[in-house]
């Protein structure tokens, strides 16, 4: 149970059901989830641990408000990673993967040139997945999705853009062609361009993040007198 509510508590950061900022209450989760307070608090507890949440005394739960500065660090981190990720893919990926990696870029391209935003991500996830997959290292893999979990809530507006939709699937296309080739470092340095902290495609996430709001601080008890 306490994994069912954790995972599902993820989907809702990684499709925005969930955003920045927003409180969370644990009746609701209880009365959602049909449990008892224990596994929901402890998949509260997980989520706390992994940075995702802001677990505050006398104050509330609230999904966690990243600063500019931290989301900046972990949009690099996020592209140093998914660079390791395309290098190893290109090294080790197989026929079969290669067959569904070519299919997965036309679902892409698909989706890109009909400006259908929730389906281009929806196929950019499993695009992603594959270069996981094709990779054949799970330890990086693990590591790479915790990162892109982290900043998932900041990226809802991404491909909300027409423009931005297209320059990603080049952006695609570059880094399926480098796997495919066998180009370990060019698969590297096209992934990082995509992911790159420095790009257009993350100005516009943070220009489409919500704005922070005042931290929020636990209540002080009263001196008695």
Do not use: W
């Not at 608090?41 to 802001?54: D, N, Q, V, Y």
């Not at 698909?110 to 594959?130: M, P, T």
């Not at 979990?149 to 880094?175: D, I």
């Not at 931290?215 to 008890?221: D, E, L, N, S, Y």
């Amino acid at each position: 149970m306490q994994d069912r509510i954790r995972l599902a508590l993820e989907q809702d950061l990684r499709s925005g059901a969930l955003l920045p900022g927003d409180p969370i209450d644990e009746q609701e989760l209880c009365e959602r989830f049909q449990a008892s307070r224990t596994p929901v608090r402890e998949a509260l507890l997980l989520l706390s641990a992994k940075g995702m949440i802001s677990i505050l005394p006398r104050a509330g739960i609230y999904v966690r408000q990243l600063e500019t500065r931290e989301l900046i660090a972990m949009m690099e981190g996020v592209g140093e990673l998914e660079g390791v990720v395309a290098r190893l893919a290109a090294n080790r990926i197989n026929g079969d993967q290669k067959e569904r990696l070519r299919q997965a870029l036309e679902d892409t391209r698909a989706c890109a040139d009909a400006a259908d935003s929730i389906g281009y991500e929806q196929a950019n996830v499993r695009l992603h997945d594959l270069i996981y997959q094709s990779s054949g290292n799970a330890f990086i893999v693990e590591q790479t999705r915790e990162a892109r979990l982290r900043v998932a809530p900041y990226r809802g507006k991404m491909f909300e853009k027409p423009e931005r939709l297209l320059r990603s699937q080049a952006e695609h296309e570059a880094v399926v062609t480098a796997i495919i080739q066998g180009d370990s470092e060019g698969a590297a340095e096209a992934m990082r361009n995509h992911i790159s902290a420095g790009g257009r495609a993350f100005a516009d996430m943070v220009l489409a993040a919500p704005v922070p709001q005042q931290a929020i601080q636990p209540r002080r008890r009263k001196r008695k007198v």
